[in-house]
């Protein structure tokens, strides 16, 4: 609870800052609506050509999509904004201050920044998710239901775990910043059924780069795909890399010499 004090308390202060600049809603959600009417219209066209791609029917790639979108709101909402934050603070030393405060310093550095107008591309992606699970019918009951919200809520975890690992890199090189946008790229692939792309990369986008866990297997839950192998799986990997970006944080820790030095 004290947690999402805290988050609370972050968030109300990003709230009042960006209402300062309202316009910044309208371009964010301008930005949103075009990237969601290209997804769709791409849709549209591959299948007019065909009525299957890469197995997925047309609404569970719909589906997909709009977890594609919660995802990415998500990403965009707070870990790319405090991810990039700490590495910021990381070169310049003000990583200090939140060390200096009583509170865990990875938690802190975790919700310090919030781009509360990408809530836009949340919002649009349970809109597109909603009208992809009326389309399906009959076919989505509870235990679909139960493993999307599990697997969601992995995939978050393991997405979050991710960044952090690749942040805290910056306690050991100095410019890391070109990582994470070389990532933010390879995450539209996510776009797309994993099993669309050759052998070669469906292995690199599910244990090099785990896009698959974020976008293709909650879609799966909520398609009837999932299997309770691969369900298993990803709770492991999410506390392994959660696990792992902890220890890294700490050690990186160590590392770090601060304003003062």
Known sequence: MNYLRLFGVYFRVSVLSELAYRVNFFVQLFQSLV???????GLAVVFSYTNTLGGWRPDEVLALVG???????????V?????????????DGTLDFT???????????????V????????????GVLATALVRLGETVGGWEVLSFVVMLLTGAVIIYSFWLILATLSFWFVRVENILE????????????ISLYPGWMRFALTFIIPIAFVTTVPAEALTGRLSAETLLGAVLLAALLFAISRVLWRIGLRQYSGASA
């Open 35 to 41: 990237e969601l009417g290209t997804a769709l219209l």
């Open 67 to 77: 977890v594609y979108f919660i995802v990415g709101g998500m990403i965009g909402l």
């Open 182 to 193: 070389i990532f933010q790229s390879v995450y539209e692939a996510g776009r797309w059924p």
């Open 115 to 126: 781009e509360i107008w990408k809530l836009i591309d949340i919002v649009l992606g349970f």
């Open 99 to 113: 060390l200096a405060k009583p509170e865990d310093a990875q938690l802190l550095v975790s919700i310090q920044r």
């Open 79 to 91: 870990i790319q904004p405090g991810m990039g934050k700490l590495i910021e603070s990381v070169r």
